[in-house]
């Protein structure tokens, strides 16, 4: 029999057990004529089946970034003002909506939770060089002096860190796979999580390093090609790559991925993402460190995720399953997601941040915990 990279169950780990729901969400709702995003979302359910469908592989590539040309060209030509304003609607800017966000913290200590790439820096063509700005990470320490902070990302802890070089801050590198507490002592009195350090998915490291090294080698001929070690997966770029030679890269991972079958393979904004079969994704690296943080079934707290990618996605279900927290999607375009509000890019989040901050520190007089 043929073996798949995707076929095997996941294996369960052990997890905090989640809290009652505690504010009313509304269901989550899917944007409306989105074709691009339902032909990327059925190609994720081709990779999901792993089918060898590698036409459904290139047609999810193609439309794995929002920013691809082609979207990019109709959003220009007005050609999905409509579905943007019927999509705001249904996701508003946090920024707008900011008074109501504020509101559903009264009484709760917010937790803030920050993806890197898209949401704190921008995208830019070589991952290497996505840097965060200075100003951005004044906000972001800002934030972190208010309400404990966690990065969340799928890249590398180290490497993520290396970007955001704030010591104070909880850090969950790998889609959540390797977490750790801040270096610096925490000024959030309930925190207990200093100390912490959690890597379920530690087993992995020797295939994980194999693949990276294979892939390495393999798409050395195809110009653009970029394979990332994030420690507990690997991430294929093909944002630099000529569409001409995706087929063939597609090709190259999905013939790789077949023969272990306990790596998983999804994708972000023009990467494949290479994981471990085990269930723990970016959200429940959340509700893991909401438990650590003290936070474990605590009604006074209001954990704020904010991210831009497939990946997030996982933390802003758990909020909703939850039924509380506030999700906020960075898009400037209308995409599926389990997000409630939205920012367009990361100078809004900063914004966000900052009002939020601000806020805090004249509210300071209200007890709060
Ligand atoms: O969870 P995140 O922090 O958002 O990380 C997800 C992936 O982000 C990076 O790739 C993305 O950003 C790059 C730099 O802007 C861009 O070139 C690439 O096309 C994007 O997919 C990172 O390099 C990956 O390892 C992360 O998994």
């Not at 100003?135 to 860190?161: E, L, Q, W, Y």
């Not at 959540?176 to 610096?184: L, N, V």
């Not at 006074?300 to 995720?305: G, I, K």
Request: proline letters at 7%; glycine letters at 6%.
């Amino acid at each position: 029999m043929t073996k798949q990279s995707v076929v095997v169950p996941e294996v369960a780990v052990p997890m905090p057990p989640n809290s009652a729901p505690l504010l009313p969400y509304p269901p989550p709702r899917a944007a409306p004529g989105v074709a691009v995003r339902k032909k990327y979302l059925q190609a994720q359910l081709d990779l999901g089946a792993g089918l060898p469908l590698i036409n459904g592989w290139v047609e999810s590539m193609r439309a794995s970034s929002p920013t691809h040309a082609k979207a990019a060209a109709a959003l220009a030509a007005g050609a999905v003002d409509d579905e943007r304003t019927a999509w705001m609607v249904r996701h508003p800017s946090a920024l707008s909506k900011f008074e109501q966000i504020v509101a559903a913290s009264k009484g709760k200590k917010i937790v803030m939770f920050l993806d890197y790439d898209g949401t704190l820096s921008p995208i830019v063509d070589d991952p290497d060089s996505a840097f965060m700005s200075d100003t951005m990470r004044r906000a972001v320490r800002s934030a972190a002096k208010h309400f404990p902070t966690a990065i969340v990302s799928g890249r590398c802890r180290d490497k993520v860190f290396e970007f955001v070089k704030l010591a104070e801050l909880y850090y969950a590198g790998s889609h959540g796979m390797d977490i750790k507490g801040p270096a610096k002592a925490s000024r959030h009195k309930k925190a207990k999580a200093k100390g912490v350090l959690f890597q379920p998915a530690s087993e992995f490291l020797p295939m994980i390093e194999q693949v990276h090294d294979a892939l390495i080698e393999k798409t050395n001929c195809i110009p653009g090609a970029k394979v990332e070690n994030n420690k507990f997966c690997v991430s294929v770029h093909f944002r630099c790559v000529d569409e001409k030679s995706w087929t063939t890269l597609a090709e190259i991972v999905k013939a790789e991925l077949k023969d272990y079958p306990k790596l998983k393979l999804t994708q972000g904004r023009m990467v494949f993402e290479i994981r471990p079969t085990i269930k723990w994704d970016k959200g429940k690296a959340l509700e893991f460190l909401l438990e650590s943080l003290g936070f474990a079934d605590c009604t006074n707290v209001l954990p704020v995720y904010i991210g831009d990618d497939r990946t997030d996605e996982d933390a802003f279900k758990v909020l909703r399953k939850r039924g509380q927290g506030i999700g906020i999607l960075v898009s400037k375009y209308p995409k599926d997601t389990n997000a409630s509000y939205s920012l367009q890019e990361p100078a809004e989040v900063m914004e966000f941040l900052l009002r939020l901050v601000e806020w805090e520190r004249l509210s300071r007089a209200r007890p709060m915990w």
